[in-house]
């Protein structure tokens, strides 16, 4: 017998994302249910083979539901979540809200599998931020070997992570400055981002950090080890889907190069692409729909005594989002749930 699943904000980016996923990875479902706001009521979307139409989630009942996956932003997720998980049904929350609360684990499943053992404080299990998801995947093999002091990251986030209206402004911005008469203001964005780079995503906070990176900073300490200092500066870039992140890392112990890329080509999802040569390295483009965190540029920082570089990349509406939720499920199922 399989799981009774629900997927929250099931047209939006994230929601679709999780649906193929959920397909593809041949999750044991018995039953899929697409829940969407009452103005998307109705639309439908796809599950494998199977298109399904939405229902409202105003006044969905759970009961008897396994499994709710929610891509529908903070403040659906604060007023349908407890109702959620209230009624029986373990929520998997894609959104910040139920990040840093302590009664909640947060999860990447190749970093700290074990926590999912503590949803049953809420019901609840939450999903990390898109660029620590791809960033712990990396950071956790080579922690286990050397001890990581301190982490510098640069990140370089696509659109995607904004949600459509952001896509679509790329796209119009795009055509805009080839055709005269055509040119799109800001909306999403403060500025431009058509051929620009911005450094800003989320709220300015009190000591001229934005929200993501104060996020990055906080989740990594919740995931990874609370004694991990970061410090992040976090860009959206005009690529459509796929974030990038150029990481220092600073360890207590001597890691070599070369120890560190055969440790990480072994890590669980992770794909080492890291060739001294023209086109050597993966960039956005060659990783979306694909699964796995790709490293690239592993080398030695000689600045300091115990310190690499290297490369990031990952499908931010996968990994960074979609995919992390279904393997929650997946590791929640095996070690907790046994069903299907």
């Not at 998801?133 to 956790?140: C, H, I, P, T, Y």
């Not at 696509?158 to 040119?183: C, F, H, I, M, R």
């Not at 929200?211 to 410090?231: C, F, G, H, L």
Request: net charge negative; with cysteine.
């Amino acid at each position: 017998m399989g799981y009774k699943v629900v997927v929250c904000g099931a047209t939006g980016n994230v929601g679709r994302e999780m649906l193929n996923i959920l397909a593809e990875r041949q999750f044991p479902a018995d039953e899929v249910v697409a829940l969407a706001s009452r103005k998307s009521m109705g639309t439908e979307v796809t599950f494998g083979e199977t298109t399904l139409k939405t229902k409202d989630l105003d006044t969905f009942d759970f009961a008897g539901y396994d499994i709710a996956f929610f891509a529908v932003g903070s403040d659906a997720t604060k007023k349908y979540a407890p109702v959620a998980a209230k009624a029986g049904c373990v929520v998997i929350d894609n959104s910040s809200l139920y990040r840093y609360d302590p009664d909640v684990p947060l999860v990447v499943p190749e970093v700290n599998p074990e926590a999912v053992e503590g949803y049953a404080k809420k019901n609840i299990i939450a999903n990390p931020n898109c660029s620590t998801a791809q960033m712990v995947v990396a950071l956790k093999p080579l922690h286990d070997r050397a001890r990581i002091k301190r982490v510098v990251v640069s990140t370089y986030q696509s659109v995607s992570g904004t949600g459509k209206d952001a896509v679509d402004e790329l796209w119009n911005q795009t055509k805009g400055v080839y055709v005269p008469g055509q040119e799109v203001e800001p909306s999403v964005y403060p500025k431009q981002i058509a051929f620009n780079v911005i450094p800003h995503i989320d709220v300015f906070m009190e000591d001229g950090s934005t929200k993501e990176e104060w996020k990055m900073v906080a989740e990594t300490k919740k995931i990874v080890d609370p004694k991990i200092k970061v410090t992040a500066t976090c860009v959206r870039v005009p690529v459509f889907v796929g974030h990038s992140e150029a990481i220092n890392i600073e360890f207590e112990d001597f890691l070599d190069e070369d120890e560190a890329r055969d440790i990480l080509r072994e890590a669980p999802g992770i794909m080492v692409i890291d060739k001294r040569e023209s086109g050597g390295y993966v960039t956005p483009v060659e990783c979306v729909g694909d699964f796995a965190t790709f490293i690239s540029r592993i080398r030695q920082d000689s600045t300091i005594e115990n310190g690499l570089n290297l490369w990031c990349v990952s499908d931010n509406l996968r990994k960074g989002a979609a995919l992390n939720a279904v393997q929650i499920a997946e590791t929640l199922g095996a070690r907790v749930l046994k069903k299907g």
